[in-house]
């Protein structure tokens, strides 16, 4: 039973760290970011890039449990 709450906690706390950023440079020279595609205006969309920022490997997580 331990084994399965640490397993759900250790789910809980890898979900959230993989995270997309979008940024893109407007018409007036700003760098924009933004983890929601939905929010980066259609005239820019074409020229967004994506970035996956935060990845953590669940070893990392589970080998400090076990420390």
Same mark, same amino acid.
């Given at each position: 039973?331990?084994?399965?709450?640490?397993?759900?906690?250790?789910?809980?706390?890898?979900?959230?760290?993989?995270? #997309?950023? =979008? @940024?893109? %440079?407007?018409?007036?020279?700003?760098?924009?970011?933004? #983890?929601? =595609? @939905?929010? %980066?205006?259609?005239?820019?969309?074409?020229?967004?890039?994506?970035?996956?920022?935060?990845?953590?490997?669940?070893?990392?997580?589970?080998?400090?449990?076990?420390?």
């Amino acid at each position: 039973m331990k084994s399965y709450i640490c397993l759900g906690f250790i789910l809980l706390l890898v979900a959230p760290l993989h995270a #997309e950023t =979008y @940024s893109w %440079v407007d018409d007036s020279g700003t760098y924009n970011l933004t #983890e929601d =595609y @939905s929010s %980066v205006p259609k005239k820019y969309r074409k020229k967004v890039k994506r970035r996956e920022d935060i990845q953590q490997d669940v070893s990392i997580f589970y080998s400090t449990l076990q420390a």
